[in-house]
């Protein structure tokens, strides 16, 4: 039988906090969430925020907490919106006058200007007298149009848990979120190893928008033109491939399978069918996926504003009939809207198969049956939706019919690409609605968390998983509370749209992700809960599998709960093995049908794959 992909642990950072153990979902629902299950959110979130506090969690210290996560006005650890640098190319005209100005000898241009003379002032100085025109770059700086954005938690750096000097934000990110989807996993990664071969691993994570900021990208390109250098790591830290290449170098020593696989907002699901794929064919027994993205940086959103894909502030006005943006309400899909609201996040979730999950006492949190990527076919524009995204949705819905029956769809729920955008609004409804119609589903509802924690680009789908992992957990859909009406142009006769939290307590059996990005990059998933999961595996399995696998599960939860116990108090425990356990010719041993790696217990096979061997 086919391996299932399973859900053993899942970690990261986004807008509403921490994602392992279901903190940032519910932060989202806390109001229909009692004050003892918040607590320990409340305290993770404070601790992370470094706000002062005597344990007891006043009203104020959850207020500060509030106002300082979710979509929110941007805050200087992204940049000073209010005063973004730049520079205006001005040409100064002085006609038959002379302008005289002292110039260090280092900062002479190699091509002296012909109108120039020069004279020196001493060894140093130098003296320029020039007329006609001097072209001049006068600084200056501009209020940004849009104000909004998802922004993690206000006060949290990751970059101070570890020794992150010249690291990207993004990078940053990667390893506070996957040191967090590890950790919370409840079994040392030594043990893994122990129970797979070293290539047995596979590691898909990446950046869509890659690393772009001053340490990065953003200053490898920008150094010329602001009089600095670049350094020798802006290059290297640019690659959009970094995250994963990160994991395997300083969170698990690993030689198995890596890269990441780009589909604009899509590439969450991208890199998920990856991993997902090589489990079920046997290539890998665990699977490491996730995305990090950190785009809140002017001059990336800017490429975003002139396309006319944010929510500015002069936009939401209009909407509003108001002088000042509602921050909080930037994101506001399928209702009318005006343009997505720029985030960062960092998700990865740890995927294995069924035999390892259930031999080493796993978590079970859900499982994966398939990803469906499809792209739009010709179209007028690059950057519209077109028809790739009804076959993700259509192939999506029909595998869960396959799986739980057709009346079990009732049972299911989407979490929707829902940007905020007019044209989403539209064409997402109408496939969502077309297909629920189809499938005879009468009131499909229909979640979207780009409403609390920004549009974060290839993280995105990240996002809308930990989210609904948390609704198994906790019974309720988070509704999209920053709209008050559904748009009159949206399709829903099939669908319920929520705009409150809906109580659904342990009735849904799975749940459909669908994302959708530029150029045609369309991307839909199956998730299963993690009741209707167990049911497969006990079924595959048989009874005494699962008896043994929850007698072993018992200390793998209370060391993954320890975790959460020592993150919520503060005591960050980041994995960061920077130069520990290097290997290099001197550690290998080479057979005619095996390779052995000092570092690891268990020897790679060199011998054939035998699906190959009737070609041989």
């Not at 642990?9 to 299950?37: D, P, Q, W």
């Not at 200007?113 to 501009?142: C, F, H, K, M």
């Not at 170098?249 to 990856?274: E, H, P």
């Not at 502030?313 to 009939?321: R, S, V, Y």
Request: glycine share 8%.
């Amino acid at each position: 039988m086919a391996k299932l992909p399973v859900i053993v642990s899942f970690g990261g950072i986004n807008a509403a906090g921490r994602s392992s153990f279901h903190h940032s979902y519910k932060r989202m629902v806390h109001e229909k969430l009692s004050a003892a299950t918040m607590a320990n959110t409340w305290q993770d979130l404070a601790n992370k925020m470094q706000i002062k506090h005597d344990g007891a969690l006043s009203g104020k210290v959850v207020e500060q907490i509030l106002a300082g996560t979710l979509v929110r006005k941007i805050e200087p650890a992204c940049f000073d919106y209010q005063r973004v640098p730049y520079q205006h190319r001005a040409p100064l005209k002085v006609g038959d006058e002379r302008i005289t100005f002292a110039l260090s000898k280092r900062k002479l241009p190699n091509q002296i200007p012909d109108a120039w003379q020069v004279e020196e002032i001493d060894n140093r100085t130098v003296r320029i007298t020039t007329s006609g025109e001097l072209d001049v770059l006068l600084p200056d700086t501009y209020q940004f149009p849009v104000s909004s954005a998802g922004q993690i938690p206000a006060g949290f750096d990751p970059g101070s848990l570890y020794n992150s000097r010249f690291h990207p934000r993004g990078l940053k990110l990667t390893v506070y979120g996957a040191s967090d989807a590890l950790n919370a996993m409840g079994i040392d990664w030594a043990d893994v190893l122990n129970h797979i071969k070293p290539d047995e691993v596979s590691v898909y994570a990446g950046s869509a928008l890659a690393q772009v900021d001053d340490d990065s990208l953003g200053g490898l390109i920008s150094a010329p033109y602001k009089g600095g250098r670049a350094s020798t790591k802006m290059m290297a830290l640019s690659l959009a491939e970094m995250p994963a290449d990160f994991i395997n170098s300083y969170l698990i020593n690993s030689v198995g399978a890596t890269g990441t696989n780009m589909g604009a907002c899509a590439s969450f699901l991208y890199n998920l069918r990856q991993g997902l794929h090589d489990i079920k064919a046997g290539r890998a027994r665990v699977a490491i996926i996730g995305n990090a993205e950190a785009p809140v940086v002017a001059e990336v959103m800017e490429g975003f504003r002139v396309m006319g894909a944010l929510a500015q502030d002069d936009e939401l006005n209009n909407i509003d009939g108001t002088t000042e943006p509602n921050n909080r309400r930037a994101c506001r899909p399928f209702s009318e809207n005006c343009g997505f609201t720029m985030a960062e996040s960092a998700q990865f979730v740890v995927l294995m198969d069924d035999e390892l999950a259930l031999a080493l006492g796993a978590n079970i949190h859900g499982s994966v049956p398939d990803v469906f990527i499809n792209a739009d076919a010709n179209k007028k524009s690059i950057s519209a939706p077109g028809v790739g995204n009804w076959v993700t949705m259509a192939k999506a819905t029909a595998l869960a019919e396959a799986i739980l029956g057709r009346d079990a769809l009732n049972d299911t729920f989407v979490q929707a690409h829902g940007t905020g955008t007019p044209q989403n609004r539209v064409t997402e409804s109408s496939i969502l609605n077309e297909v629920a119609k189809h499938f005879g589903i009468q009131s499909w509802p229909v979640a979207a968390v780009k409403s609390y924690v920004g549009h974060s680009m290839g993280a995105a789908a990240g996002d809308q998983l930990v989210a609904s992992l948390g609704v198994w957990q906790y019974g309720l859909i988070p509704g999209i509370k920053t709209i008050d009406h559904i748009a009159s142009d949206v399709h829903q006769s099939h669908l319920n749209i929520l705009q409150d939290h809906l109580e659904v307590g342990d009735r849904m059996q799975a749940c459909i992700l669908n994302s959708k990005g530029f150029g045609g990059n369309n991307a839909s998933a199956l998730v299963l809960s993690p009741a209707k999961t167990k049911t497969l595996l006990q079924n595959k399995h048989g009874e005494a599998a699962m008896q043994a696998w929850l007698q072993n599960n018992e200390s793998v939860a209370a060391k993954a709960a320890a975790y959460d116990s020592a993150e919520c108090a503060g005591e960050a425990q980041v994995i960061y093995q920077f130069g520990e356990s290097v290997m290099d010719d001197e550690h290998i041993e080479l057979t005619k049908d095996s390779l052995k790696l000092s570092e690891f217990t268990r020897s790679v096979s060199l011998t054939i794959d035998p699906d190959l061997e009737g070609y041989l």
